[in-house]
């Protein structure tokens, strides 16, 4: 029961609707900075620091939350009854217009359809994204953890120099609901059915002659307004009730019945938890190049150290005499390969045949042969004062058992430290090669060979 809620709930908050509203608070936002230049950013660092100079409590950050997602508003005036067609017409206006405003991303006009509570609630919700940590965000309501994680998956499209004024446009346009936002027909939109009275009214929708949703109206100032608030509250009611019924089963705390089933959600492994709880304000693989920050990695065989960016995965394959370590960057949404830094090394010893020149002959040839193997250029450079090559080639990598594939370009660095062999890979797509280059040769620049 559960697990079929929790799923009907999180595809709810990606629904065309639901993401149409985040639209509306990320270009309120970008059209306040663009206008009054770091004011909005100012603002929520701001809110940031004064929350944490004055000790706020959880129950004080949510309490727009708490407000308006604790219970079910969806109760309608006890005179509920047939709504005047003026009024069925206005709130169906409203509605399409609201959806058409949130596809130009006009979020300056389309916030003006909104309640008064719906805005705040996205506000609090674009706050969460930025800034609330993993055990802050689990004591909010089921409904919000799943927006606020959602949001930060889809972010991880870009995963280099993006900053507050555009990081949240990345993570609207590559999710899944913007498509269907996009060939959305406000025309096509039209009420079925609705009740209410002076103050609130409740609307079948249908879409195309096909029954669409349910939404909720309010008066505000005489006007009738868009209420995402009683949406929301209803899922997140039942979310809520079901995740404390299994805790309460399960002998768990609430929150940890939470986590477990948002990580469900997104298949949890190591890279989607970093993902899905870390705000985008502390993702450093999101930061320009000199704001990332770094860990430590020190070889236990060869002894080399490197520093890599906070969050990415480390794993690790030996054959033969060949040890290889891999340095992965987060998963990045719709994109089956990662970018990703290899440290390559051996014991080859001090040979004629296992000189630098041959064994880089050998590696060419190599990688000719691999399925679209193809070598783009061959130089000789310098590395950390070691004579090197520096080689970049293409080929297909396969997943799903050879059935799909995917073209990967790798730079390697060739260098022999007296006896030992190291080969320096950094790997991405083509498409995004150039982009994270900088980032790529930054993590291989920090290696230290033991002497």
Not at 51 to 80: F, M, R
Not at 120 to 141: A, G, I, M, R
Not at 165 to 190: E, G, M, R, T, V
Not at 258 to 271: D, G, N, T, V
């Amino acid at each position: 029961m559960l697990k079929h809620s929790l799923t009907k709930g999180f595809f709810a908050v990606v629904a065309i609707l639901i993401l149409a509203g985040i639209t509306v608070g990320y270009f309120v936002f970008k059209n306040s900075a663009e206008n009054g230049g770091d004011e909005a950013s100012s603002t929520f660092e701001e809110r940031k620091v004064q929350d944490e100079l004055s000790g706020a409590s959880d129950q004080d950050i949510n309490e727009t939350e708490d407000a308006v997602l604790s219970k079910p508003q969806y109760e309608v005036e006890e005179t509920a009854g047939n709504v005047e067609e003026s009024d069925k017409q206005a709130v169906l206006k409203i509605a399409r217009e609201f959806l058409t405003e949130s596809n130009r991303k006009n979020g300056t006009k389309a916030v003006t359809y909104l309640s008064e509570k719906t805005t705040e609630l996205y506000n609090q919700l674009y706050y969460d994204v930025f800034y609330t940590p993993k055990e802050k965000l689990l004591v909010k309501s089921p409904i919000t953890v799943a927006i606020v994680t959602s949001i930060r998956t889809d972010a991880t499209k870009e995963t280099l120099g993006l900053t507050e004024k555009n990081i949240l446009s990345f993570a609207i346009s590559n999710s899944s609901s913007d498509s269907a936002l996009s060939s959305f027909s406000p025309d096509k939109l039209s009420v079925d059915r609705a009740s209410g009275g002076d103050r609130t009214i409740v609307a079948k929708m249908n879409y195309d002659g096909k029954p669409f949703g349910t939404l909720t109206f309010t008066r505000e100032n005489g006007a009738w307004k868009l209420d995402y608030v009683t949406l929301l509250s209803a899922i997140n009611f039942v979310l809520e009730s079901d995740i404390r019924l299994f805790a309460d089963r399960n002998q768990i705390e609430r929150e940890e019945a939470l986590a477990y089933f948002i990580e469900s959600a997104y298949f949890y492994k190591q890279a989607s938890s970093y993902q899905i709880w870390t705000p985008l304000s502390a993702r450093y693989d999101l930061q320009p190049l000199q704001n990332i920050r770094f860990a430590s990695y020190t070889d236990p065989l060869f002894q080399y150290t490197m520093r890599y960016p906070e969050g990415w995965e480390i794993d690790m394959t030996q054959k033969d005499a060949l040890r290889s370590v891999f340095f992965i960057a987060p998963a990045i949404s719709n994109n089956a390969l990662r970018g990703s830094v290899v440290v390559n090394a051996a014991y080859v010893g001090e040979t004629a045949e296992s000189s630098l020149e041959n064994i880089v002959n050998q590696e060419e040839n190599f990688k000719k042969a691999e399925p679209g193997g193809e070598i783009l250029s061959k130089e000789a450079v310098s590395f950390k004062g070691y004579p090197a090559y520096k080689l970049v080639s293409l080929k297909l990598r396969t997943f799903d058992g050879g059935k799909s594939y995917i073209k990967q370009k790798t730079q390697s660095i060739m260098f022999k430290a007296g006896p030992e062999l190291y080969n320096l890979d950094y790997k991405h797509n083509p498409d995004d090669f150039e982009q994270f280059k900088l980032l790529g040769e930054e993590i291989l620049s920090t290696i230290v060979i033991r002497k």
